[in-house]
Structure formats: C-alpha cells, structure tokens
C-alpha cells in the first residue's frame, strides 16, 4: 500500500508516481500532495501568480521546513557520554538539544529595555510572516489530518441545511464576553443554527473530546486566545469568528491563512466597548488583553449571518467535488 510504503522516505520514493510532502530533495513541483493557492495580484511580492505561491511555499509550508533542514549546523558537540550538544538552523530558528539549559526568566525585562531592538527580534525570530493573499499551507493541512486520523477523529455527516457552531466560552479573568448570555439567546432564534457552547478546561473536557468537538463544527467562535488553535481541526469548508482580537491582528488571522478556513474578526470598534481599561500585570500599562468586552447584538448577528451564508457556500462547493467519507 501506498500509505505503508511512505513510511519510509526511500521505499516511498520508489513508488511509481507517488505524491511526496515537498521538503524532500527529490520531490518535484508537480508530485507534491498539498498545493497552496494565491488570490490577489502577484506584485510586489512577485513576477507571476505562480512564483507567488512557491514563495509562499518557501514562507509557510513544506518548502520552509527544506529550507530549515539545509540550514542545521552544529554549535555544542557532544564530546563525552551523556554531554551536551546543541544543532541550530539560521537565525537559531530551529535547535534540538541535549543536556542544554538557557534561561529566559528575565526575557520580559530585557525585552522591555531593549525596546526597538526586541520588537525587531519578535519580527525577524518569531514571527517571520507570509506573502499575503496565499492560503492553505500543506504543512499545516498535513499535520491537521494526521493528528485526525491518528487520534481516530471522525466526522459526522454535515446536514446540509444545518451550521453547526461552536461558541468557546472564558471563565478566565480576562477577555471574556460580557453579554455573552445575550449573543447566544439571539443564535438560537436562527433556525439554521446548531449552536454549542463549550468551555475546553481539560479536566471536564478531555482533549480528544475537544477535538471531535471542534472537527464537527462549521464556525467556530472565541475571544482571542489559545483555544482558537482549534481552527487547525476544522473541517476544509470551516471558519473561525475570532470575535475580538484584542489588537494582535496578525496571529490567528495568518494560522487560519495557513490552514486554509475562513478568518473573520469584528471589525468595527465603535460598537465594541471594554469593561474596564485594561492593564498588563506586570508592566502596568494599558493592555487590550487584560479586559472583558461587550458587544453590538444586531452587527454581531450581521456578521454571524454572513458567514453563515459563506459556510454554507464552501461546504456545498466542498462535497460538489468529493465522496464524504468520515
């Protein structure tokens, strides 16, 4: 079998005709298993719509993983049993270690005397960005699906005239839905509307339940915060409502990109209004993140049926050109 014989890059290669990830050196343009796609016009960014998407290939899918690997050098070699050693990437992007320690408690403060500096750092180190206007990174569907099937995820059979939507509740201090009890009253008066609200604690919400939760929904809705990495396991046809981004504009917005589901966030902040001011706790500066937030009921529901509408679009175009298999 195919999938058996993949195992192994080596017997994978000697399959006739047999698609590969892309990060291999003997893997060519036309067999790669995932292919983004580009919607707006190539320039600045490039000459032509397809050097756009190989480089977006080269910024944010398998072709940046090829990139990484060619660049691994050694820093610490271990010269004993049970020594130390440290192999790095570029730029100390990527680094596997043994017996390594570096201690980054103090990072905030140095960071905060740095100013400019570590703001570059942040841009050039940890978040190095995409070309925009390209979407659904192969790395990142290839790891979506196979943590699904691994996990043994199964996807129940969409109705078609159903959205199923999933609205991730905070009983955190911060970044909570003042009148979130409002916002749903009002989703469950559309009948189109399968509403859930969940809130994943892993102690009352096992992760592989969370999983499930989030790969049978249609759009999925939270404040900004970790738990919208649940788009990653979002059926193909999904969208994330990331309902307020607290002013971290790029973050979920790029991983949407990169899965390829629709991104929405709130988009007019006059109808949008803060608890309290809100203040980082360790700075004691005004912080968008340290605060709860009410919302616009009607440009809410605005919203939510746009995107409804949109689902429904890519969810028919979806199973238009597949056999659902769960």
């Not at 049926?305 to 175009?317: E, N, P, T």
């Amino acid at each position: 079998m195919l999938e058996e014989a993949c195992l192994n890059p080596e017997t994978c290669k000697e399959v006739g005709g047999a698609p590969c990830w892309g990060y291999e050196d003997w893997c060519s343009e036309g067999k790669r298993l995932f292919l983004p796609y580009c919607d707006e016009p190539a320039k600045p960014w490039a000459n032509s719509m397809k050097d756009k998407e190989e480089l977006f290939w080269r910024q944010g899918d398998f072709g940046y993983v090829n990139d990484v690997a060619k660049s691994l050098m050694t820093l610490c070699e271990m010269k004993e049993q049970n020594g130390s050693s440290l192999i790095c990437s570029s730029n100390a992007r990527y680094c596997k270690a043994k017996n390594f320690y570096l201690d980054l408690r103090r990072f905030d403060e140095f960071a905060t005397r740095q100013g400019d500096t570590y703001r570059s750092f942040r841009e050039n180190i940890f978040e190095p960005g995409e070309v925009p206007g390209c979407y659904r990174s192969g790395l990142m569907q290839a790891f979506s699906k196979h943590l699904i099937k691994r996990l043994n995820i199964t996807q129940e059979i969409p109705e078609e005239s159903i959205v199923r939507v999933t609205l991730l509740s905070r009983t955190t201090k911060h970044r909570r839905i003042v009148n979130e009890d409002e916002l749903i009253k009002a989703m469950k008066t559309v009948g189109y509307f399968r509403l859930r609200v969940v809130d994943y604690k892993y102690r009352n919400f096992p992760f592989l339940e969370q999983i499930e939760s989030s790969h049978n929904t249609d759009i999925f809705i939270g404040m900004h915060g970790s738990g919208l990495t649940h788009l990653l396991f979002l059926p193909d046809w999904g969208a994330i409502f990331e309902i307020y981004n607290t002013e971290d504009e790029r973050c979920y917005k790029d991983l949407a990109r990169l899965r390829g589901v629709e991104y929405l966030t709130w988009q007019d902040n006059t109808k949008v209004w803060k608890e309290r001011e809100g203040l980082h706790p360790q700075m004691g500066t005004p912080h968008a993140k340290f605060t709860n937030y009410s919302f616009d009921l009607l440009e809410f529901m605005s919203l939510m049926m746009s995107l409804g509408d949109r689902v429904q679009q890519r969810k028919a175009a979806y199973f238009s050109q597949r056999i659902f298999t769960t």
